[in-house]
């Protein structure tokens, strides 16, 4: 798929219908999402309102919402505050295009100007694409859980990767 005029904005709680449908593709069709059930709505508007002050962005093509990136807290006690988790989804299609790289920028860029030091993301070893993404961007494995997931009737691993902003 051909992106046409990519622009970035921040999460609102009107976009989690389309969060929804982005991440129970993934659900449906992967080992890349955990859950084996589709998410319903009340999830995605809890996370959305969890965020408190940490960067989450959507991703628009033209009018359409095609993607979404957020960090958030890593551990809620106050000794992992400068340590968050990144996550973000892009439809299928328009992967391997840049979009993902913006939006890490974008949020690297506020991570850093909230003093974050580290950023942790979780990845199902059945996805290189996004382990390569990450690695690119500088991101280290600092973690392979083997064989820790079960879905769609086989195991796979569950690698950790770390970057740090300073």
Not at 60 to 85: C, M, W
Request: charged share 15%; net charge neutral; with cysteine.
């Amino acid at each position: 798929m051909t992106p046409g005029n990519i622009t970035f904005r921040t999460i609102v709680p009107t976009d989690a219908d389309d969060i929804l449908a982005i991440i129970n593709y993934y659900i449906a069709h992967s080992t890349f999402y955990f859950s084996e059930a589709p998410l319903e709505k009340s999830s995605i508007s809890d996370m959305l309102n969890a965020r408190h002050v940490l960067p989450g962005y959507v991703v628009l093509n033209d009018s359409e919402l095609i993607g979404f990136g957020y960090a958030y807290h890593f551990r809620p006690e106050s000794t992992f505050s400068q340590t968050v988790k990144l996550t973000y989804w892009l439809k299928a299609g328009f992967t391997g295009k840049g979009i993902g790289s913006n939006l890490y920028n974008m949020l690297e860029s506020e991570l850093r100007m909230l003093k974050i030091s580290s950023i942790l993301v979780n990845i199902s070893s059945e996805n290189i694409a996004s382990l390569n993404f990450h690695r690119a961007l500088g991101y280290q494995e600092c973690g392979n859980f083997k064989q820790a997931g079960y879905k769609n009737g086989r195991y796979f691993d569950l690698i950790w990767l770390q970057k740090f902003l300073h």
